[in-house]
T-cell receptor, first 117, second 109 residues
């Protein structure tokens, strides 16, 4: 069974540009989550989608957005890039059985490393 | 702010030794999970312990949970060079995981 696939793996952008990152979850998984990892802030939750619906969103500005398609694939977009957006962006998938009171095991992709110059 | 906080931040041990790291969290939990991350790569799930469990084993891993102290520990026995990685505890609710800052473990040959 293929794992979580993220594309592109590496990308370099300049300030003010926008970027779209893609994530293909494990077959059968309907939940996709996104996390940002930086040396200073660690792992921060961005958003989670289940069956094309965003169920939760982290504390990030509106420049960060995402969506999920009917085949469970997901994309996240960052507009008007800032230097501080340089990070490893991790996508994770799960069956989505988690809820308000608990979240189960997540399966992570290798990440997309974004560098903003 | 992060839900879990690991201690120590970094750990260096000799191959064959045991490695222990601790995690403290702030709010009530349904479960607590541990993940490993090799340098610059994705996270790999190691073990999940539910709030009604006190101890769980998986291969060379042993996890304990003390909900009264809001803390957990991860023990890696008979460490190997391949165990060199960062280890994160995570608690989950509202469809998300909150991660600690992690413990970086270096296993020396």
């Amino acid at each position: 069974k293929a794992g979580v696939t993220q594309t592109p793996r590496y990308l370099i952008k300049t300030r003010g540009q926008q970027v779209t990152l893609s994530c293909s979850p494990i077959s059968g998984h309907r939940s996709v989550s996104w996390y940002q990892q930086t040396p200073g802030q660690g792992l921060q939750f961005l958003f989670e989608y289940f069956s094309e619906t965003q169920r939760n969103k982290g504390n990030f500005p509106g420049r960060f957005s995402g969506r999920q398609f009917s085949n469970s694939r997901s994309e996240m977009n960052v507009s008007t890039l800032e230097l501080g957006d340089s990070a490893l962006y991790l996508c994770a998938s799960s069956f989505g059985a988690g809820g308000i009171t608990g979240t189960g095991e997540l399966f992570f992709g290798e990440g997309s490393r974004l560098t903003v110059l | 702010s992060q839900q879990g906080e690991e201690d120590p931040q970094a750990l260096s041990i000799q191959e064959g030794e045991n490695a222990t790291m601790n995690c403290s969290y702030k709010t009530s939990i349904n479960n607590l999970q541990w993940y490993r991350q090799n340098s610059g790569r994705g996270l790999v799930h190691l073990i999940l312990i539910r709030s009604n469990e006190r101890e769980k084993h998986s291969g060379r891993l042993r996890v304990t949970l003390d909900t009264s102290k809001k803390s957990s520990s991860l023990l890696i026995t008979a460490s190997r060079a391949a165990d060199t990685a960062s280890y994160f505890c995570a608690t989950g609710n509202d469809y998300k995981l909150s991660f600690g800052a992690g413990t970086t473990v270096t296993v020396r040959a």
